[in-house]
């Protein structure tokens, strides 16, 4: 049936940036900027640093579309340039400063903004039987080239999907605690229109206020939380898949021993299978109690061990954050001295004093001591924590090399991996830029081990920040892949990470991958060169230019 295109979602007045996060006109001050800059100069021991200005629309040369949609999907379709540069970027600080140099040579050809599922079916047919590399595109918050269409020269062209016309909260069952969504539904959408029923997904990302729920279980994201219930397939209860070779939909169960799970051969496909369209998701009612404290350590060992004591504890405690010294000092959460482990608690059911009691005996017997502040870390890391995107994108139009690249490892394992990567990644930041800082900290801690997260800072060459970071990223993934530990643990693989993630990998499972893309996406245009290599290639070579390489 042809879709009724009236009914589509209205645009919002606002429109988001197409260079980065948010909508236009938010982000830092031009006044929080330049006291960001002469912050930063002060730690680099530089002098004052430059203010990039943001892209503009028409200073933009975009390459000309290859390709003309049939008549019959024209309203579909939009080769609008504020459209094709919207969707050719994540908001990667490889994205930004490619975006801050008026780079968009793989801008897509066309965006298509199908309205409904049939419309979705008819979009894919056309890019199959055209030659056109398909690229699912949820808030477009990937930080590792998860929608850039960069697909090599083996197709005709390249479309962005975009889901944003599929989306809200469709079904509720109470009885068994589950919704039915949308893929295209944003997360504060989910909240809003959970929350009338007492309920919430309790699922919030980073990237939350921009990103998609498809766009989470694609990528297997990692939410808030630290414990417990950390990514999202966790609470996926049954998929919708509109694949090249038909829509497959998995049964609603509350578990089922029945072979592999269809669900999670789409959890973590990135596209590359297929565009999820809905999902039944496990949803929760929403918290009534809530404590919280945070807890100083001198030295970061006594950190660890309580961060370990209090995950294998049964505690399950929401928030269970480790700061080390350098994360702390450069959050703002405390001064470079102490290590600040953060905890929280929330129930819908009962009050948490015990629970926070009993976290903090651990701690103490650590030796770590509550914090009595009017200055709450934790409320100053959780704030820190939400402007993160804002703040990257100051950063970047300040000239720092900032990013963060994030793992995790068993406890047993955990110091000979931390010193390693720790070492590995100072060394590249001193070889690319001079000096600089690493940070860490546990964004996630399992009662099997820590999820440690790195952040770089560091003063880029202007012309030189992409070679200076994937300089930094190739030693810090090389020291990742040879200690042993994941190169992703939930920002996924996308395009940046495919190599270490095909070493990570058993060679048969690989392999099995490929043949399930086979079977589901014959003719290879899902979203080509994530996970696996482009199956439609003339040069034969899978290297894509500019990024980190092993060697």
């Known amino acids: 049936m042809a879709s009724d295109r009236e009914t589509c979602e209205v645009e919002p007045t606002a429109r988001r940036k197409f260079w980065g996060w948010g909508l236009e006109g938010e982000g830092l001050s031009a006044a929080e900027i330049e006291q960001l800059g002469a912050a930063f100069a002060g730690r680099f021991g530089i002098g004052g640093m430059r203010v990039t200005e943001p892209p503009r629309v028409e200073e933009l040369e975009l390459p000309a579309p290859r390709l003309a949609p049939p008549g019959s999907l024209a309203a579909a379709f939009s080769a609008d340039p504020y459209d094709r540069a919207a969707h050719t970027y994540g908001r990667s600080l490889r994205d930004l400063v490619r975006a801050f140099r008026r780079d968009y040579a793989h801008a897509p050809d066309l965006v298509a903004f199908p309205c409904d599922e049939a419309e979705l079916v008819s979009v894919l047919e056309w890019c199959g039987g055209t030659g056109a590399a398909a690229i699912p595109f949820g808030g477009g918050s990937s930080v590792v080239g998860g929608v850039e269409p960069d697909v090599g020269d083996g197709y005709r062209g390249a479309v962005s999907v975009d889901l944003r016309r599929l989306a809200g909260v469709l079904d509720v069952d109470r009885t068994s605690r589950a919704a039915r969504i949308a893929a295209g539904t944003l997360g504060p959408a989910v909240e809003a229109q959970l929350k009338p029923h007492g309920l919430t997904l309790r699922h919030f990302p980073q990237s939350f206020e921009w990103s998609t729920l498809g766009g989470w279980i694609a990528t297997r994201s990692g939410g808030h939380f630290a414990t417990l219930h950390t990514h999202i397939d966790e609470f996926v209860e049954a998929v919708r898949v509109v694949t090249p070779r038909g829509v497959l939909q998995t049964r609603r169960l509350p578990a089922s021993g029945a072979g592999p799970s269809a669900e999670r051969l789409f959890c973590g496909s990135e596209g590359t299978l297929g565009v999820i369209t809905q999902a039944w998701m496990r949803v929760q009612p929403r918290p009534r109690f809530r404590a919280g404290a945070s807890v100083s350590f001198a030295g970061l060992a006594d950190a660890v061990a309580a961060a370990r004591e209090v995950a294998q504890s049964g505690l399950d405690p929401a928030n269970c954050r480790l700061l080390g010294h350098e994360e702390a000092l450069l959050s703002g959460a405390g001064?470079?001295?102490?290590?600040?482990?953060?905890?929280?608690?929330?129930?819908?059911?009962?009050?948490?004093?015990?629970?926070?009691?009993?976290?903090?005996?651990?701690?103490?017997?650590?030796?770590?001591?509550?914090?009595?502040?009017?200055?709450?870390?934790?409320?100053?890391?959780?704030?820190?924590?939400?402007r993160g995107p804002h703040l990257r994108d100051a950063l970047t139009r300040l000239g720092v090399v900032h990013e963060t690249f994030e793992t995790a490892i068993t406890w047993d394992r955990f110091w000979d991996f931390h010193e390693g990567v720790l070492a590995a990644a100072a060394q590249a930041v001193r070889r690319a830029c001079g000096g600089g800082a690493v940070s860490c900290r546990f964004a996630y801690v399992y009662p099997d081990g820590p999820a440690p997260y790195y952040s770089v800072f560091a003063p880029g060459r202007p012309g030189q920040e992409l070679e200076q970071w994937d300089e930094i990223k190739l030693a810090a993934s090389e020291a990742i892949a040879a200690l042993g530990g994941t190169i992703t643990h939930h920002h996924a693989v996308g395009r940046d990470h495919r190599p270490w993630y095909l070493r990570e990998v058993p060679q048969l499972f690989a392999a099995a991958l490929r043949s399930a893309k086979a079977e589901l996406d014959p003719s290879g245009i899902m979203n080509p060169g994530v996970l696996l290599p482009p199956t439609r290639t003339v040069s034969g070579q899978d290297t894509p230019v500019g990024r980190a390489q092993p060697g």
């Open 335 to 386: 001064d470079g001295s102490q290590a600040i482990l953060v905890l929280g608690f929330e129930s819908a059911d009962h009050e948490l004093g015990p629970w926070l009691a009993r976290a903090l005996d651990i701690c103490a017997s650590h030796h770590g001591e509550a914090r009595d502040s009017e200055r709450d870390p934790a409320a100053v890391w959780r704030a820190a924590f939400l």
